[in-house]
């Protein structure tokens, strides 16, 4: 059996939470899906290869819980999701080794497409060997 890719996803703004959750989902990611930083803060230490954050989130800023997870060396790949480009917040993303910084104006097949790029590293599919 195939290993899925564990994604958490923190989006409080539902519809597009919803969209790009069920095209996950179609994707063959097992998702983990939080509508508010507080729900997000509960699940981010747990085991996922990408996290998935909007930077407005109605109870705080994605960039910072981001932050909080770098400084405890969680290993997870980051995707920080933002209505714009801000300067000093793509510059604070570079600076915490964010792997992708999505703009939700892009189109939702486009912003799948580019998490489908990375290749998380954190778990390694399990392969059986036959020996003869």
Partial sequence: MAYKIKVLYIDSEE????????????????????????????????????????????????????????????KSMLVLLSYGENSSLLLKALELKVDKFIDKKENILHIVSEISSLKPTTHIEQIDYLFL
């Fill in 15 to 74: 519809e597009f939470g919803r969209e790009l959750l069920n095209h996950l989902i179609e994707s063959q990611y097992q998702v983990k899906y939080c509508k508010s930083l507080k729900e997000g803060l509960l699940e981010y230490k747990k085991e996922y290869d990408i996290i998935i954050v909007e930077q407005n989130i109605k109870d705080g800023k994605g960039i910072e819980l981001l932050q909080k997870i770098r400084l405890q060396g969680i």
